[in-house]
């Protein structure tokens, strides 16, 4: 996907959806040998700033440099990992230090450099690169490898000709692939477009996401009461267990017995199910409340800001609702589909 569109061509908008692989057990070992080869590329890289700090010499760190010092250590260097993914990782270090770079000029001192070592790192292929044929995707590898096609488990919501970039990753013992697709910019009726000066308060609630005030006494009440119970349950469900393994927890240093590797193993599990259900739920929230401005042509909304409440010391219970509210996700999911909403 190019970083930069040429103006004259339409508006699009870019959406990702997230499919899960059906494997076997022969292809689930060759993605994550994928994946390992993407984490060897990314120690390479902190391993080489490294040396070059010892000798305080510039670190390296722009894409074209990183390009170039790959493709002088020569092919089949990471196993089945093609250059296209091994590049699609120093795109990521090259990205993620360049904005620690930016933060800590602006005086974050929290901002860190990424020097940290990861097992396996997620892969990205752009368009061109990869197949997909409805639900049969075909994955680049190196070489003179044989080739590696595999089977997502639903149909995708984009036809293949949208799609720009596919991403393989691994969350929670599972591994998934991320595409990325261009949709274009759905067109409004005549005299519907939304009109600049009738404005509507968009607040921020703890039990309810979006409470919305619009010209002529409209308003519109997004509940959260399922997303509140879904935080009550997780809570609850992980005192639980934490209770019931504590005295089996090992020590400082030791590495546990194959029983807690196997609980911490469902643990991951279900705090990513937690959060994948509760994102979803808040993208659909927004999305009403974006679906309901357009239809009464509001063209502005004023979101109120209470991520300032949050640094208060408040007692644990409430610090606890407060976070759990996500407050900075939702102004996000809101301003992105508040920024073109005639996209489908």
């Known amino acids: 996907m190019p970083r930069h569109r040429d103006p004259r061509l339409p508006i699009v908008v870019h959406r990702n959806a997230r499919a899960g692989l059906r494997l076997t057990c022969g292809q689930r070992r060759r993605l994550v040998g994928l994946l390992v080869s993407a984490g060897d590329v990314w120690a390479c890289v902190l391993e080489l700033n490294a040396w070059r700090r010892a000798r305080q010499d510039v670190p390296l760190v722009s894409y074209q440099g990183l390009c170039r010092e790959l493709a002088a250590a020569g092919s089949a260097c990471f196993g089945e990992l093609d250059s296209a993914g091994a590049r699609s990782v120093l795109r990521r270090y090259s990205d993620a230090w360049f904005a620690a770079a930016a933060r800590r000029k602006k005086g974050d001192a929290s901002a860190r450099f990424p020097r940290r070592r990861r097992k396996m790192m997620p892969v990205r292929w752009y ?15 190196a ?18 000709e949208s799609i720009r970039a596919a991403t393989l990753l691994y969350d929670a013992g599972r591994l998934w692939v991320d595409v990325t697709a261009e949709v274009p ?89 937690h959060r994948r259900r509760v994102r979803q739920a808040q993208h659909e929230a927004a999305r009403t409340v974006i679906g309901w401005a357009v239809a009464r042509r509001i063209g502005t909304l004023a979101v109120g800001d209470p991520r300032s409440v ?11 609702r407060t976070r759990d509210r996500r407050v900075g996700h939702l102004i996000a999911v809101l301003r992105d589909k508040a920024s073109r909403p005639g996209s489908p």
């Open 127 to 141: 368009h061109g690169t990869f197949a997909l044929e409805g639900r049969r995707l075909r994955i680049p590898v």
């Open 143 to 160: 070489r003179g490898c044989p080739p590696l096609r595999v089977r997502l488990d639903r149909d995708l919501p984009y036809p293949a």
């Open 185 to 273: 910019v759905a067109a409004y009726p005549p005299d519907g477009e939304p009109d600049p000066e009738r404005v509507a308060g968009v607040d921020l609630g703890i039990i309810h996401p979006y409470a919305v005030a619009g010209p002529g006494g409209q308003a519109l009440l997004v509940s959260g009461r399922a997303v509140r119970a879904e935080h009550h349950l997780h809570l609850k469900d992980t005192k639980a267990r934490r209770r019931a393994v504590a005295r089996r927890a090992p020590k400082p240093g030791q590495r546990g017995s194959r029983r807690w590797r196997r609980y911490r193993r469902r643990q991951r599990i279900v705090e990513v199910r």
């Open 310 to 320: 949050l640094n208060l010391a408040a007692g644990r219970r409430h610090n606890q």
